[in-house]
């Protein structure tokens, strides 16, 4: 059985008041309503990350992310939050490659590959994102697109680190547009990612893989989405923002 996972990407969202008390009310949910087969993901801000990580010391399967790390282990980065920071405040995932970051950070596959490396040398998970543009969409280059992007970032890794990699599959054409992909888009992505991880690692590593989708996804379309047997959850933005409608998502499955 591979682990199921929903993890809310706040971005740039929450003054430090308003993340504690989302955190809050987010444990209490999954507390009282019993949520206890999917591991619930807080990817925060750096600045959050400390004091959302004491709120949720002790909860079973609420989880700390960061949405981001330098690929340094440490030195003169002015700016920069290194992954050895990351894991002493009780983070264990971090996002890399987010298309937000790839456009306007200009962060290539080059360069997540190094951060990836730095992730899981800390000891820490990345959840890797990967999609695709519209106009590539409609060129109908989409898989080959996305399976390029794992190649040049992950494959270089060994088995069992790979093995360690959450994948986020988000098009970016459904990211913040409201315009979710179908459920059969979502499935037919996530089985080709699957299958080109087969041929690289193996059918048995490749099933053990965890693919969450992303965009657009809210509590009226998340159980027709997780439907798919290759998505395993979600990489949720906009409505990770109201703990009812995040939470609402967690249990779609
Ligand atoms: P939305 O859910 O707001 O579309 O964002 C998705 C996303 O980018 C999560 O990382």
Known sequence: MREKIVAGNWKMNNTMEEGLKLTSEVVHMVEDESINQVKVILATPFIHLSNVSKLIQGVDNVYLAAQNCNEHKSGAYTGEISAAMLK??????????????????????????????????????????CGESLEIREAETHESFVCQQLTESLFHLDADSFSKVVIAYEPIWAIGTGKTASSEQAQEMHAAIRTHIAQKYGQEVANEIVILYGGSCKPSNASEIFAGKDVDGGLIGGASLKSRDFVDIIKSF
Do not use: M, W
Not at 93 to 117: A, C, M, P, W
């Open 88 to 129: 002493s405040i009780g983070a264990e995932f971090v996002i890399l490659g987010h298309s937000e970051r790839r456009e306007y950070f200009n962060e290539s596959n080059q360069l997540l590959k190094e951060r990836t490396d730095t992730v899981l040398n800390e000891g820490l998970r990345p959840i890797f994102c």
